[in-house]
């Protein structure tokens, strides 16, 4: 099966190393980041790619685009792994529409392009006969669209509970164990490379919000958006609250909330038991299936990082590959 | 959610030395919460019985685990009283508690007559910093609880208040 990757980042050069390195009988035929691209039908070198791309600060032919490689190169399934962005979803909600017309199957982790237009997407995909696959979007390493559609298949879903952003979970769980403040807590989060110089987007619980719109777009296909969500975030806590919290055996963690029949979508800081499964340490995450027929299920994982994320892309490839690519 | 009861029991032990504190020994085991022990003595009574009336809270689930243990020390259960239903809900907020009235927002649930502010804890670090609370919220029926709750909501938006709800799942 042969693949082109768009984004050469953190995630791509995660899925380009684990696919160059393991022997999944995949090959990378194209290859773009922001500034280059570069196609090759027979597979590219990517070892040289990547070590042009840490030297130079870009991989390819600076001739050819990303939009090059979607419509020249010879690939089965595009990776499509650029930056997110929240408000427009772009440059890849175009890239995926592209492939997708082109009758390609797509892989990606970028939140944007998902939050803003699932139906329109997956509608395409149809349309065209091929998958689009978004394992990466939440929960990072966490395979947890593949356990709701095939692990817990036949179940009503009925509620999901999350701990989706790994930097908050960082803070809280440093406010509640050491009594810092939240803002001693961001500082020591940006120190160890968990927060970003802006970090509204963690802290004001967005970036949970959006991975809530995809899972429950994903679920229950309501067409929900991130206005819908009502949102709560992290930066007004303080060290008394989560000492109030833990005279009771309990401690505050930023949870996303989705419960249909109460149409509830909701992502805020709660009062939680300390003994409960979704109350994981420093970057984790962690997801609560409530089901009709397996009742409560936990997920617990990395919720980023370069190979972590390129776990839940490869899962995605290797479930394209074994249900449409070799049958064809 | 926590469902907590109020169970009320009859109890009659051996009138001597160390046979109350056998009895109440048990109720901390299981975590349970005295509310009171009446314990009256007949000075008529040629018996060498003592009958103790013990009110209790005790979640749910513990009550069998209760019983069991007061039969292993020996004590005889008469009569478990009427047992009344209590929702408990732990909320915090957090925000200017004091300079928004603290006594109303626990009034605005007091006075519904369905629910009340049964504990408060707070911590104020400094004048004109937020300060945070922690309010425990008692209801007879789970419903009353939500409309406790939604008019907690309300008053937080109202003063600019910090909400924390506990987790409560569906099942």
């Not at chain 1, 685009?65 to 690939?75: G, L, M, N, R, T």
């Not at chain 2, 020390?73 to 809900?89: F, M, T, W």
């Not at chain 2, 007559?113 to 945070?132: C, D, K, Q, T, W």
Request: glycine letters at 8%; aromatic letters at 4%.
């Amino acid at each position: 099966m042969k693949i082109a990757i768009l984004g050469l980042g953190a995630v791509g050069k995660g899925v380009t190393e684990m696919v160059a390195s393991k022997d999944l009988g995949i090959s990378i035929t194209g290859i773009a980041d922001s500034k280059s691209g570069c196609i090759d039908s027979s597979g590219l070198n990517t070892k040289s790619i990547l070590v042009k791309k840490q030297k130079k600060g870009f991989c390819g032919d600076k001739a050819l685009s990303a939009e090059d490689v979607i419509k020249k190169a010879d690939y089965d399934v595009l990776v499509e792994v650029t930056p997110t962005n929240a408000t427009t979803g772009e440059p890849g909600l175009s890239y995926i529409r592209q492939a997708l017309k082109r009758k390609k199957h797509v892989v990606t982790s970028n939140k944007g392009p998902l939050a803003l237009a699932y139906k329109e997407l997956q509608t395409l995909a149809k349309k065209n006969g091929v998958a689009l696959r978004f394992e990466a979007t939440v929960g990072g390493a966490i395979p947890i669209f593949h356990t709701l559609e095939h692990g817990l298949a036949g179940n009503e879903i009925l509620a999901i509970f999350g701990v989706l952003n790994g930097t908050c979970n960082y803070i809280l769980t440093r406010m509640a164990d050491e009594g810092l403040t939240y803002e001693q807590a961001l500082l020591e989060a940006r120190e160890m490379g968990y927060a970003e110089a802006d970090p509204t987007y963690d802290v004001q619980g967005i970036d949970a919000a959006i991975k809530l719109v995809i899972l429950a777009n994903t679920i229950w296909g309501d067409g929900v958006k991130l206005d819908d969500v009502n949102r709560t975030g992290i930066d007004l806590l303080t060290p008394d609250a989560l000492k109030l919290a833990e005279e009771e055996d309990c401690t505050i963690r930023l949870i996303a909330e989705a419960i249909p029949k109460k149409k509830l979508l909701r992502v805020a800081p709660r009062i939680i038991e300390k003994s409960h499964p979704l109350v994981v340490e420093g970057t984790l995450n962690a997801i609560t299936i409530e089901t009709d027929m397996a009742k409560e299920i936990t997920l617990i994982g990395k919720g980023a990082g370069s190979i972590e994320t390129a776990s839940a892309i490869i899962g995605d490839l290797l479930y394209i590959r074994d249900r449409y690519v070799e049958r064809a | 959610m926590v469902i907590v009861l109020q169970v009320s029991m009859k109890l009659e032990m051996k009138d001597s030395p160390g046979q109350l504190v056998a009895a109440l020994k048990p109720i901390s085991e299981v975590g349970g919460n005295i509310i009171a022990v009446i314990h009256q003595r007949d000075p008529h009574s040629a018996d060498d019985t003592l009958n103790v009336q013990i009110v209790l809270e005790l979640h749910e689930g513990r009550i069998n685990e209760l019983v069991s243990l007061l039969k292993a020390e020996g004590v005889h259960i008469q009569r478990i009283g009427k047992e009344r239903l209590l929702y408990r809900r732990t909320v915090i907020m957090i925000g200017h508690l004091m300079h928004t009235d603290l006594s109303d927002t626990i009034d605005r649930i007091d006075r519904t007559g369905f629910a009340e502010v049964s504990e408060l804890s707070m911590s104020m670090p400094a004048i004109n910093e937020r300060s945070s609370s922690r309010l425990t919220i008692k209801s007879v029926t789970q419903n009353d609880m939500e409309k406790a709750i939604a008019i907690l909501r309300t008053v937080a938006h109202e003063k600019d208040l910090l909400l924390i709800e506990p987790l409560e799942e569906i099942s």
